[in-house]
């Protein structure tokens, strides 16, 4: 199972069976079942996660008290409120299991614990901070190019597995769109 | 006048005399006019910028051919389309001086060169990309969750300066609003 964690860190940096092992040991193992939460609002002392399998969202609350999802995490990606978790301040951020799920997630003390005893992990750290900021910086340039609207039409044709995975209303509360216009948006779309 | 490259780093990381002279063997030095281009779209070669002292604005085309400003970078900040730049492939962005500016650039090469034979850089490079990861997605929310207007007066309390120092017709064409518009909401928020 923490075989998908090794091969992944291997697409950036060789590792050992020893380098691995000592890698895992910062890190704990989580099972979730589908809607369990493991980050609340409030929280200070926040979780980097990496998703073995299953899938995440993060997601904050609009003063009206709608949920508005901003990030998903599937296999192989890392999720975490990014300011809070590195700022080590309070989030305003949930995190929520999608599906049933398998994680490990490492707290920042350790991650930079990490880096300084493992020095080998800074260049896979690096590149995937480099490509977490590349990816964010592309949605924000989609989300002021793009209508909602076209917005879902070019995710469900990037993602077509992503859109058929998750759940409907959780697609539309990542698009800003509520689920009855997302509905007639994929009737379109499908017909 | 690179003294203040220095300074920036020595905030995350420290270096001596040699290793700075080292590192700055990776850049080079320009000088740009104010409202002078440094990077057009369709550009292959790409480069990280580096703000010494002045302002860059990245920006893009709408399909409707009105410019939408997706970033803005002042002294100590870097700006590049992080995507393109990563995968070396065309960009789509433009980048372009607001003010009369001094800047380093570094190119993809470079920087992984850098970074492989001067290693001490690596720790910079990580904690810029985790901050620079953590800025773009607490933008992402803040679009989520807020109105233009909203957005705008937010930008106003929390970066006062920066908001006299910009053109507003920039300020307009980052929040998708029209220059009319922001007016409109300026006169409100100032009267």
């Known amino acids: 199972m923490l075989n998908s964690f090794r091969q992944h860190i291997q697409k950036y940096q060789k590792i050992s ?20 939460m493991i980050q609340e609002a409030g929280q200070t002392q926040l979780y980097n996660y990496f998703v ?11 003063e009206k008290g709608q949920e508005i999802t901003t990030d998903f995490a599937l296999e192989s990606w890392w999720l975490c409120d990014q300011k ?11 995190i929520q299991a999608v599906e049933n799920s398998r994680i490990l997630r490492i707290s920042r003390d350790k991650e930079q614990l990490l880096i300084k005893e493992q020095p080998f992990m800074q ?3 690096l590149q995937i901070y480099q490509k977490a900021f590349a990816a964010a910086q592309f949605r924000n340039k989609l989300f002021k190019l793009y209508s909602k609207e076209e917005i879902f039409i070019q995710f469900n044709n990037n993602f077509p597995d992503f859109v058929q995975r998750v759940p409907q209303y959780l697609i539309a509360s990542y698009l800003g769109l ?3 216009y ?10």
Chains 1, 2 share one sequence.
């Open 84 to 94: 809070a978790y590195l700022g080590k301040i309070e989030t305003d951020c949930y």
């Open 182 to 191: 997302l509905s007639e948006i994929r009737k379109k779309i499908f017909s």
């Open 123 to 125: 260049i896979y750290f």
């Open 52 to 62: 073995i399998d299953g899938c995440l969202r993060m997601y904050t609350l609009h």
């Open 178 to 180: 509520t689920p009855e």
């Open 17 to 36: 069976d020893e380098q691995f092992e000592a890698i895992l040991s910062y890190f704990e193992v989580h099972s979730l079942k589908k809607k369990e």
